[in-house]
Nanobody, 118 residues
Framework: QVQLVESGGGLVQPGGSLRLSCAASGSIYKINAMGWYRQAPGKERELASVISSDGSTNYADSVKGRFTISRDNAKNEVYLQMNSLKPEDTAVYYC????????????WGQGTLVTVSS
């Protein structure tokens, strides 16, 4: 069993910051990409950011320059620092990890709600 536990969501005013964390545990090995997806009310889930095993990163255009993804391989954790938050960043944020070899597997967290509102 693989378990991903997210934390750090909450209510924040526009312009504020939040830091999301995701910890992977269980029978997980050879972690490749680690990422954050988000799903706003009434919309499809979309990629916010991803970080590969070599540390290279990708961001959705909507979050570039405001969000920073990082990972701690020793702890099997991934983080998302979110600055200059906007109301349109309001969504449930999900952690996703690709792991395993030779066939990669995908595991999801339960999601953490981020609400940006005054």
């Amino acid at each position: 069993q693989v378990q991903l536990v997210e934390s750090g969501g909450g209510l924040v005013q526009p312009g504020g910051s939040l830091r999301l964390s995701c910890a992977a545990s269980g029978s997980i090995y050879k972690i490749n990409a680690m990422g954050w997806y988000r799903q706003a009310p009434g919309k499809e889930r979309e990629l916010a950011s991803v970080i590969s095993s070599d540390g290279s990163t990708n961001y959705a255009d909507s979050v570039k320059g405001r969000f920073t993804i990082s990972r701690d391989n020793a702890k099997n954790e991934v983080y998302l620092q979110m600055n200059s938050l906007k109301p349109e960043d309001t969504a449930v944020y999900y952690c996703n990890i690709l792991w395993g070899w030779p066939t990669p597997r995908s595991s999801w967290g339960q999601g953490t709600l981020v609400t940006v509102s005054s």
